[in-house]
């Protein structure tokens, strides 16, 4: 059965057409499918991130692969730096993620930012003048490029921005369901991501005078003594105490004694290397870790310390001055023995600083003692 007129050689050619359609959209179907499957797992991949370089480093590593990108790049809205400085004293080497830029002000990520409405995806052809901020190292034939707002609960906290050297990858033309997808997506990681590192963080440091704390001390010792132990540095530490702190505060106030507390631990940590650890041991006092260093490094240090602390009366919120000195304890690692608990080791290390700054109490104050 077919209709007047029409040969069965043009029925069969009809027939060889529409197959060949047939078996394109299969074909394309299948490609789909299976960067739909690349996707998913993706997304997996990020919300099980644990960690904020976890996160960042697949979203640059994988991304780009499954994506078919030639390269892929975050900006980040980051006032006041709060989020890089976390990050950096939590230990995250931004050298390793040289695609993560960091921003003060929503306007500089270039969307349309007229109030009553959502920031969108910008697609087009790759601009270096306009693109630069996004794209700081673009690979030399870089043709077109989406940037994707971030946003969680319509606000805008980032760009994601992707790149290709296939010109016709990102055009004005194209929609933007699938990237508005993934960027809805990495913005609510990030956030997870950023706010469980704040939370680390928080639980970590002292609020008042943004040092470490006691918890993270005995954690950190702990790793440095047995990283000591294998590559065979030194390690010492210091234990600093502001002397007659009970008369400041009484002469002062509590306020005062404050900002006494802030002002020291700034002058402690200006004369400390990137790779010593400054932590607050409990009201008046601190403790130092001091990586790769003596007993004789350490007590120059704690000797400089000292001078800055006593050099120059604090000046308080109210516009007093007050005078303060520190007492300093010195003790450095002298057990290496791997079957020693690290545990035992690092409290021994601890206490061997404490007895060493009660003598520099008892001996005067304002002192600093070694332990022998
Ligand atoms: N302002 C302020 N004071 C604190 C804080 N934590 C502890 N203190 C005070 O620190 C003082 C510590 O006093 P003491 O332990 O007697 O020691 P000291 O007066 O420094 O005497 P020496 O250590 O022997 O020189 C107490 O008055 C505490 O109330 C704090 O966070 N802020």
């Known amino acids: ?10 029925l069969m050619a009809e027939n060889e057409t529409l197959r060949a359609r047939m078996a394109y959209l299969l074909e394309q179907a299948e490609r789909n499918h299976e960067i739909m499957c690349r996707h998913q797992a993706f997304d997996l991949q990020i919300v099980g991130a644990s960690s904020f370089p976890d996160l960042v480093g697949t979203i640059f590593s994988t991304l780009p692969v499954i994506s078919d990108l030639d390269i892929v790049t975050l900006s980040l809205i980051d006032q006041n730096a709060d989020i890089y400085t976390v990050m950096h004293r939590l230990g995250v080497d931004f050298e390793t993620l040289p695609n993560l830029m960091f921003c003060e002000h929503a ?4 969307f349309d930012m007229a109030p009553e409405r959502q920031p969108r995806p910008t697609l087009g052809p790759y601009a270096p003048g306009r693109h630069r901020a996004m794209f700081p190292q673009p690979p030399a034939d870089l043709r077109s490029v989406a940037l994707v707002p971030l946003l969680r609960n319509k606000r805008l906290i980032g760009s994601l921005n992707l790149g290709s050297v296939d010109a016709s990858r990102f055009t004005p033309a194209l929609g933007t369901d699938f990237v508005e997808h993934m ?12 706010s469980n590192e704040m939370l680390k963080y928080i639980g970590l440091t002292d609020s008042l005078t943004g040092a470490y704390n006691r918890r993270y001390m005995d954690r950190r010792l702990a790793e440095e003594i047995a990283r000591a132990r294998r590559q065979g540095y030194r390690l010492s530490c210091m234990y600093i105490d502001i002397d007659h702190f009970k008369r400041v505060n009484d002469t002062v106030g509590h306020q005062g004694g404050d900002d006494v507390l802030r002002e020291v631990c700034t002058r402690i940590k200006a004369e400390l290397r990137m790779s010593d650890t400054l932590c607050r041991f409990g009201g008046e006092e601190f403790v130092v870790l001091l990586i790769d260093a003596d007993l004789e490094n350490a007590s120059i240090v704690a000797n400089r310390i000292r001078t800055s ?3 120059l009366p604090v000046d ?7 005078a303060v000195t520190v007492s300093i304890g010195v003790a450095a690692l002298t057990d290496f023995e791997r079957d020693h608990a690290i545990e035992g080791v ?13 003598q520099a109490k008892a001996a005067g104050r304002n002192q600093v003692v070694t332990a022998a």
């Open 1 to 10: 059965m077919h209709e007047p007129g029409i040969s069965s050689r043009e």
């Open 107 to 110: 306007v500089e990520l270039g």
């Open 183 to 194: 960027g809805s997506i990495i913005a609510i990681c990030l956030e997870n991501v950023i």
């Open 309 to 311: 602390v006593a050099g």
């Open 316 to 322: 308080l919120s109210t516009g007093e001055q007050v």
């Open 346 to 358: 690092a409290q021994e290390l601890i206490a061997s600083a404490d007895a060493a700054l009660y």
